[in-house]
């Protein structure tokens, strides 16, 4: 994994777990960003791709980015200022 994480607020390495495990973590977590702050969530089940987006999509106040890194998944959540 590259080593971002000090660009972001707070970084999760989920690989290596399941749905739900991952999403619900990225719910949890996204809950606790105050205004302006990001989070980087690193996942490889291709369910979280699908589901995060879905129970994110609540929050009108958060920008999310999910792209391919080889065997995973980045996904950046940063809530506006």
Excluded: N
């Excluded at 080593?3 to 690989?15: K, P, Q, R």
């Excluded at 960003?33 to 995060?52: N, Y």
């Amino acid at each position: 994994m590259d080593s971002d994480h000090a660009l972001f607020d707070y970084d999760l390495d989920l690989t290596g777990k399941v749905c739900p495990y991952p999403v619900v973590s990225i719910v949890q977590q996204t809950d606790r960003l105050e205004k302006g702050q990001s989070a980087r969530f690193l996942v490889d089940d291709p369910l979280a791709i699908k589901s995060a987006p879905e129970e994110l999509e609540e929050y009108g106040d958060i920008a999310m980015t999910i792209e391919k890194k080889g065997s995973y998944w980045e996904i950046i959540v940063r809530r506006s200022a």
